[in-house]
Structure formats: structure tokens, C-alpha cells
Nanobody, 121 residues
Framework: VQLQAYGGGLVQPGGSLRLSCAAS????????MSWFRQAPGKEREFVAA????????YNTDSVKGRFTISRDNAKNTVYLQMNSLKPEDTALYYC???????????????WGQGTLVTVSS
């Protein structure tokens, strides 16, 4: 099993990034996929989730209207489009696969290695 997250980088406030997470080694379309983030000195927090066929999505309040999660089951890939980025969005972003759109990290079966997003002028 492998989840490879990429697409992070340095961006100015107000800018955009798109994160991707490529999955392999398990039946991608049978899993809900989520993004979490962890800032230095803070706990890992839920960002967004998408159900198996992409029909339902969930966002944490702080990113509503700015971040959009999507998936392509043909490519075994989940995305996180991040717009209007703020300095407080700076964190290591992780993708995770689970049986449902849980907000608790311990409920997930598989994790990617993380990709760093830095929002700074």
C-alpha cells in the first residue's frame, strides 16, 4: 500500500495550490479519502474528505469556500484544490484512506508521507 502526496510548496497569501495524492496497493474506489494537516507544535487536524464515488464531501469550517476536495477513481488519485490561502494554512498536509469520512486520524487505515505547504510573503 502506498499513498504518495505531492504538490506542496511556497505560495504567497491569497494564492492557490493543488495537492495530489496517488494511491496504489488497495482498492481505491472502496475507500473514503481525506486530507489532514499538521502545523508545527499542533495536533493533526481534519481538513476535507470525499466519499467513495465522490458524491459527498466534507470540509472543516476554516477552509469552507476556499478548499475543494475531489477524486478520480480511474487514476486512483485524490486532489485538494486550495484557493485564497492564508498564513494559518501553513502545515504538512497528509492524505489518508479510510472506510468512512472520519474526522479522527486514528480511524484511518493508510497514510501518505505528507507534503509541505508554506503560505508566506
Amino acid at each position: 500500500v502506498q499513498l504518495q502526496a505531492y504538490g506542496g510548496g511556497l505560495v504567497q497569501p491569497g494564492g492557490s495550490l493543488r495537492l495530489s495524492c496517488a494511491a496504489s496497493g488497495f482498492t481505491f474506489s472502496s475507500y473514503a479519502m481525506s486530507w489532514f494537516r499538521q502545523a508545527p507544535g499542533k495536533e493533526r487536524e481534519f481538513v476535507a474528505a470525499i466519499m467513495w464515488r465522490g458524491g459527498s464531501t466534507y470540509n472543516t469550517d476554516s477552509v469552507k469556500g476556499r478548499f475543494t476536495i475531489s477524486r478520480d477513481n480511474a487514476k486512483n488519485t485524490v486532489y485538494l484544490q486550495m484557493n485564497s490561502l492564508k498564513p494559518e494554512d501553513t502545515a504538512l498536509y497528509y492524505c489518508a484512506a479510510g472506510r468512512a469520512a472520519f474526522r479522527t486520524p486514528s480511524m484511518y487505515d493508510y497514510w501518505g508521507q505528507g507534503t509541505l505547504v508554506t503560505v508566506s510573503s
